[in-house]
Protein backbone atom coordinates (compact mmCIF):
# COMPACT_ATOMS: atom_id res chain seq x y z
CA UNK A 1 0.00 0.00 0.00
CA UNK A 2 1.21 3.09 -1.05
CA UNK A 3 0.60 6.51 1.45
CA UNK A 4 0.32 9.43 -0.57
CA UNK A 5 2.06 13.13 1.00
CA UNK A 6 2.88 10.35 3.95
CA UNK A 7 6.23 10.56 5.93
CA UNK A 8 6.10 6.92 6.31
CA UNK A 9 8.21 6.73 3.66
CA UNK A 10 10.80 9.14 4.09
CA UNK A 11 11.64 7.58 7.67
CA UNK A 12 12.50 4.01 6.48
CA UNK A 13 14.98 4.64 4.41
CA UNK A 14 18.15 5.49 6.81
CA UNK A 15 21.75 3.80 7.18
CA UNK A 16 23.41 3.82 11.05
CA UNK A 17 27.44 2.46 12.43
CA UNK A 18 27.88 2.08 16.03
CA UNK A 19 31.21 2.11 18.05
CA UNK A 20 31.98 0.94 21.56
CA UNK A 21 34.76 2.41 24.21
CA UNK A 22 35.86 1.28 27.30
CA UNK A 23 35.82 4.84 27.39
CA UNK A 24 33.85 7.23 29.67
CA UNK A 25 30.50 8.75 27.90
CA UNK A 26 32.49 12.24 28.77
CA UNK A 27 35.27 11.23 26.68
CA UNK A 28 33.29 10.43 23.64
CA UNK A 29 30.68 13.54 23.98
CA UNK A 30 33.82 16.27 24.08
CA UNK A 31 35.10 15.00 21.18
CA UNK A 32 31.96 15.24 19.12
CA UNK A 33 31.27 19.00 20.51
CA UNK A 34 34.73 20.05 19.53
CA UNK A 35 34.42 22.91 16.97
CA UNK A 36 36.10 21.53 13.67
CA UNK A 37 35.90 17.57 15.62
CA UNK A 38 35.78 16.08 12.04
CA UNK A 39 39.26 17.48 11.04
CA UNK A 40 40.12 14.83 14.02
CA UNK A 41 38.66 11.38 12.56
CA UNK A 42 36.70 11.93 9.22
CA UNK A 43 38.74 9.91 6.69
CA UNK A 44 37.04 12.04 4.11
CA UNK A 45 36.90 15.62 5.65
CA UNK A 46 39.30 18.33 4.15
CA UNK A 47 38.23 20.87 6.54
CA UNK A 48 35.89 21.29 9.21
CA UNK A 49 34.97 25.08 10.77
CA UNK A 50 32.86 26.12 12.96
CA UNK A 51 30.56 29.27 11.66
CA UNK A 52 28.31 29.44 14.77
CA UNK A 53 29.20 27.23 18.05
CA UNK A 54 28.76 25.48 20.46
CA UNK A 55 25.18 23.95 21.26
CA UNK A 56 21.57 24.59 19.72
CA UNK A 57 21.61 26.34 16.07
CA UNK A 58 25.51 25.71 15.86
CA UNK A 59 26.84 25.75 12.54
CA UNK A 60 29.74 24.30 10.77
CA UNK A 61 30.84 23.78 7.61
CA UNK A 62 32.62 20.29 5.83
CA UNK A 63 34.41 20.39 3.08
CA UNK A 64 35.08 16.96 1.89
CA UNK A 65 38.34 15.64 -0.23
CA UNK A 66 36.80 16.12 -3.42
CA UNK A 67 35.79 19.50 -2.52
CA UNK A 68 31.88 18.95 -2.37
CA UNK A 69 30.85 21.42 0.54
CA UNK A 70 27.96 20.74 2.83
CA UNK A 71 26.77 22.84 6.00
CA UNK A 72 25.86 21.22 8.89
CA UNK A 73 22.93 22.61 11.01
CA UNK A 74 22.50 21.28 15.05
CA UNK A 75 19.06 21.09 16.82
CA UNK A 76 18.87 18.73 19.98
CA UNK A 77 22.15 19.57 21.62
CA UNK A 78 22.56 17.52 24.47
CA UNK A 79 24.92 15.75 26.92
CA UNK A 80 23.25 12.58 24.31
CA UNK A 81 24.68 13.96 21.45
CA UNK A 82 22.78 16.33 18.64
CA UNK A 83 20.99 15.86 15.50
CA UNK A 84 21.81 17.68 12.78
CA UNK A 85 20.64 18.57 8.85
CA UNK A 86 23.67 18.67 6.03
CA UNK A 87 23.34 18.87 2.80
CA UNK A 88 23.76 21.59 -0.34
CA UNK A 89 21.13 23.07 -2.27
CA UNK A 90 20.05 19.86 -3.93
CA UNK A 91 20.99 16.70 -1.11
CA UNK A 92 19.51 17.18 2.47
CA UNK A 93 19.78 14.66 5.49
CA UNK A 94 19.16 14.22 8.95
CA UNK A 95 21.65 12.99 11.05
CA UNK A 96 21.41 11.79 14.39
CA UNK A 97 25.16 11.66 16.85
CA UNK A 98 23.83 9.57 20.20
CA UNK A 99 26.27 8.62 22.58
CA UNK A 100 25.23 6.17 25.65
CA UNK A 101 26.89 5.03 28.35
CA UNK A 102 28.45 5.81 32.10
CA UNK A 103 32.23 6.92 33.58
CA UNK A 104 33.67 3.57 32.66
CA UNK A 105 32.63 2.37 29.38
CA UNK A 106 30.73 3.96 26.27
CA UNK A 107 29.34 4.04 22.53
CA UNK A 108 28.54 6.43 19.96
CA UNK A 109 26.10 5.60 16.96
CA UNK A 110 25.15 7.72 14.27
CA UNK A 111 21.89 7.35 11.66
CA UNK A 112 21.74 8.89 8.56
CA UNK A 113 18.70 9.43 7.15
CA UNK A 114 18.83 11.04 3.44
CA UNK A 115 15.90 13.11 1.60
CA UNK A 116 16.02 11.12 -1.36
CA UNK A 117 14.78 12.94 -4.44
CA UNK A 118 12.79 10.20 -6.50
CA UNK A 119 9.32 11.28 -7.10
CA UNK A 120 8.38 7.42 -8.35
CA UNK A 121 8.09 5.30 -5.23
CA UNK A 122 9.33 2.20 -7.64
CA UNK A 123 12.03 4.07 -9.02
CA UNK A 124 12.76 5.72 -5.46
CA UNK A 125 12.90 1.98 -3.85
CA UNK A 126 14.76 0.28 -6.03
CA UNK A 127 17.68 3.43 -5.96
CA UNK A 128 17.70 3.11 -1.92
CA UNK A 129 18.10 -0.53 -2.27
CA UNK A 130 20.19 -0.92 -5.18
CA UNK A 131 23.05 1.67 -4.58
CA UNK A 132 21.95 4.34 -2.65
CA UNK A 133 21.79 2.59 0.69
CA UNK A 134 25.41 0.72 0.12
CA UNK A 135 27.33 3.97 -1.07
CA UNK A 136 25.75 5.43 2.68
CA UNK A 137 26.91 2.67 4.28
CA UNK A 138 30.12 2.21 3.68
CA UNK A 139 30.30 6.45 4.16
CA UNK A 140 28.97 6.24 7.76
CA UNK A 141 30.98 2.96 8.47
CA UNK A 142 34.14 4.97 7.58
CA UNK A 143 33.67 7.54 9.72
CA UNK A 144 32.92 5.50 12.52
CA UNK A 145 35.69 3.32 11.87
CA UNK A 146 38.03 6.67 12.31
CA UNK A 147 35.99 8.15 15.41
CA UNK A 148 36.94 4.78 17.26
CA UNK A 149 40.84 5.36 15.77
CA UNK A 150 40.88 8.69 16.86
CA UNK A 151 39.35 7.83 20.50
CA UNK A 152 41.73 4.76 20.70
CA UNK A 153 44.85 5.62 19.67
CA UNK A 154 44.88 9.93 20.04
CA UNK A 155 45.83 10.25 16.95
CA UNK A 156 44.40 11.97 13.52
CA UNK A 157 42.81 9.83 10.94
CA UNK A 158 44.19 10.53 7.39
CA UNK A 159 42.56 11.49 4.48
CA UNK A 160 41.01 7.97 3.41
CA UNK A 161 42.46 6.36 5.71
CA UNK A 162 40.14 2.91 5.37
CA UNK A 163 39.68 3.24 1.80
CA UNK A 164 38.23 5.93 -1.16
CA UNK A 165 34.69 6.60 -1.44
CA UNK A 166 33.21 7.68 -5.07
CA UNK A 167 31.58 10.27 -3.86
CA UNK A 168 33.94 12.21 -1.60
CA UNK A 169 37.14 11.01 -2.24
CA UNK A 170 40.47 12.03 -5.20
Not at 57 to 71: A, C, F, M, P, R
Not at 135 to 163: A, E, L, P
Amino acid sequence: MIFKNSNYYKYMYFVEAQANFNKPKKIIEEAIKKPGCLEDFHPFCKSNNAITWPGNESIDELIYLNGVKYTRKFYNWTENGYDLSIGGSRRQSTVNWVITGDNYKSSLRIKINPDIQYKNPVIKWLMWNLYIKHMIQSYINHVVKGFKFHIDTGQKVKSNQFGKHTWFSV
